[in-house]
């Protein structure tokens, strides 16, 4: 029998690719989205798609009434970095309190398993040039807080009431789906490659690089860009771990090597053909100059394969999205 999957938080950026990937893969999607940061364009039209927010408590439980989920892959949380230092108490409410009232439907209704979209932010500044999962969790900022809230919520369930979890720590998420009909639109956009690519396309004056004199090869920040499409198959691969054996775990999501902000203007400039003004100034406060995965784990145990190791081949995909859709889904 067909398995049906809720995502929450499934017409996002990630979730939108993950809802793809599982009907590949035969799942029945059902998403629940607010619609707050989500787009309903993304949605695919065989799916069931409920505008729910997770602190409305009775619509929650009447969509599980409803409905037999066999697991759940949550996505709804606010992400902006930023944002959550000036907003904690939104961020503590949306991600965390209103999690709990999901974890608590899935009790209620025994759906005993859920895949949790966390983030490398729970390691806060980084010990050495590579992050495995066992690094000190202390995270600089209330978003980064407000995922190892939940991290150390889902524990909890685990050891009280049975509850099987993985939570997928990413690093940064890029580019878009090879068809080009779902990919990055945040607004605000915060996101080095979409920045970038905004300013190709005439929508921004310039890019900046915050900090030349970096430790690093060419003094820029160094990041682990990771293709948007290879953590939804990690999904997957985490999907199918919990169904075949149900153990709990945690795992570190990306390319495993890092490029700098230099190397992503360069390649934007090759994949694109053109040239845009690039402005270099000051760090910003709280960059570490490094920040790249050991997703060892990921591949030894998901048995995990990241297709897209270059940024060039990440930044293709992006381009061909952010040129087809300029303004993003409201062309």
């Given amino acids: 029998m067909t398995k049906h999957i809720l995502v929450t938080g499934g017409a996002g950026y990630i979730g939108s ?9 035969g799942y029945t999607v059902s998403i629940l989205d607010n619609l707050i940061n989500g787009n309903k364009e993304s949605v695919p039209s065989e799916v069931a798609f409920y505008k729910i927010d997770l602190g409305d408590i009775s619509e929650l439980r009447k969509l599980f009434d409803e409905n037999n989920f066999d697991a759940v892959m949550h996505f709804a949380a606010f992400i902006e970095a930023g944002v959550s ?13 209103n999690g709990s009232y999901l974890l ?15 983030t490398a932010a729970v390691y806060g500044n980084p010990i050495g040039n590579k992050i495995k999962e066992d690094h000190p969790l202390n995270p600089v900022n209330h978003y980064g807080r407000t995922k190892l809230i939940f991290e150390e919520l889902l524990r909890m369930y685990k050891e009280s009431y049975d509850l099987e979890y993985i939570a997928l720590r990413y690093f940064n998420a890029s580019g878009a789906d090879e068809s080009a009909e779902i990919g990055e639109d945040h607004d605000p956009e915060t996101h080095l490659i979409p920045l970038v690519l905004k300013t190709v396309l005439g929508e921004r004056e310039n ?22 499409n290879d953590l939804a198959n990690a999904h997957i691969l985490a999907l199918e ?70 940024i060039d081949d990440i930044i293709k995909t992006a381009w061909r999205w952010h040129k087809k859709h300029p303004n993003g889904y409201n062309n």
């Fill in 17 to 25: 690719h993950v809802v793809r990937k599982l009907i590949d893969n």
């Fill in 85 to 97: 230092m000036k907003k904690p108490a939104e961020f503590f409410a949306n991600n965390c309190i």
């Fill in 104 to 118: 608590n439907e899935m009790l209620r209704h025994g759906v005993k398993k859920i895949i949790f979209s966390s």
């Fill in 207 to 228: 890019i900046k690089i915050f900090g030349t004199d970096y430790g690093t090869p060419d003094g820029t920040c160094v990041r682990d860009y990771i293709h948007v």
């Fill in 241 to 310: 771990r919990l169904f075949k054996n149900g153990e709990s775990d945690v795992f570190n999501l990306g390319n495993g090597k890092g490029f700098s902000v230099e190397q992503v203007i360069d390649s934007a400039k090759k994949i694109t053909g053109k040239d845009f003004k690039v402005i270099k100034t000051n760090r910003r406060k709280g960059d570490p100059a490094v920040l790249v995965a050991d997703s060892t784990k990921a591949r030894d145990i998901l048995k995990w394969n990241p297709k897209y190791t270059s």
